[in-house]
T-cell receptor, first 111, second 111 residues
Framework: GEDVEQSLFLSVREGDSSVINCTYTDSSSTYLYWYKQEPGAGLQLLTYIFSNMDMKQDQRLTVLLNKKDKHLSLRIADTQTGDSAIYFCAESKGSNYQLIWGAGTKLIIKP | DVKVTQSSRYLVKRTGEKVFLECVQDMDHENMFWYRQDPGLGLRLIYFSYDVKMKEKGDIPEGYSVSREKKERFSLILESASTNQTSMYLC??????????FGPGTRLTVL
């Protein structure tokens, strides 16, 4: 079946790196996404990775994809209070309009 | 910038009332989606539409219907609201096989 799993919470100290993990089940997924939802707001696309890539870096964000293990991670370097949000992992299928969503990981920043 | 707007940020209705949630996008996207978001459950797809007057059931369509008479507008209808439909409702739009852009959400409370 189709399933995307994430931990519900992650707590890190300000200035440390945050690593949010996600596992998915469908090896035919073509794109994998990370969305960010700040309190009281809708979701915004943070970054995405094509399934034929292993890594993507964008400023403080690093996405790692392990296709063999069907594991996706999002690393946020030098975590700031503005990074407090819920982070959703999602996978898409090439011929389908739909995204399969994880439950979201709430990132909590400790001072 | 893509803009997806939702008619209300907060809505309070009584059990049995008919409720309309409106979503409008300004980027001529073919696809539009309605999700509900509940703590610990992430996003669950209610309905989506890939063209005017076309609709497909998502994972949890029971108790909901939709209408897409114009390309830019996708309406979610609760024919007879119930307390278990208290939730955050998120609308999204996308071009084919691409990232989804979200509205700010409507927090619906059914008393």
């Amino acid at each position: 079946g189709e399933d995307v799993e994430q931990s519900l919470f992650l707590s890190v100290r300000e200035g440390d790196s945050s690593v949010i993990n996600c596992t998915y089940t469908d090896s035919s997924s073509t794109y994998l996404y990370w969305y960010k939802q700040e309190p009281g707001a809708g979701l915004q696309l943070l970054t995405y990775i094509f399934s034929n890539m292993d890594m993507k870096q964008d400023q403080r964000l690093t996405v790692l994809l392990n296709k063999k293990d069907k594991h996706l991670s999002l690393r946020i370097a030098d975590t700031q209070t503005g990074d407090s949000a819920i982070y959703f992992c999602a996978e898409s299928k090439g011929s389908n309009y739909q995204l399969i969503w994880g439950a979201g990981t709430k990132l909590i920043i400790k001072p | 910038d893509v803009k997806v707007t939702q008619s209300s940020r907060y809505l309070v209705k009584r059990t049995g009332e008919k409720v309309f949630l409106e979503c409008v996008q300004d980027m001529d996207h073919e696809n539009m989606f309605w999700y509900r978001q509940d703590p610990g459950l992430g996003l669950r797809l209610i309905y989506f539409s890939y063209d005017v007057k076309m609709k497909e059931k998502g994972d949890i369509p029971e108790g909901y219907s939709v209408s897409r008479e114009k390309k830019e507008r996708f309406s979610l209808i609760l024919e007879s609201a119930s307390t278990n439909q208290t939730s955050m409702y998120l609308c999204a739009s996308s071009p084919p096989d691409n990232e989804q852009f979200f509205g700010p959400g409507t927090r619906l409370t059914v008393l």
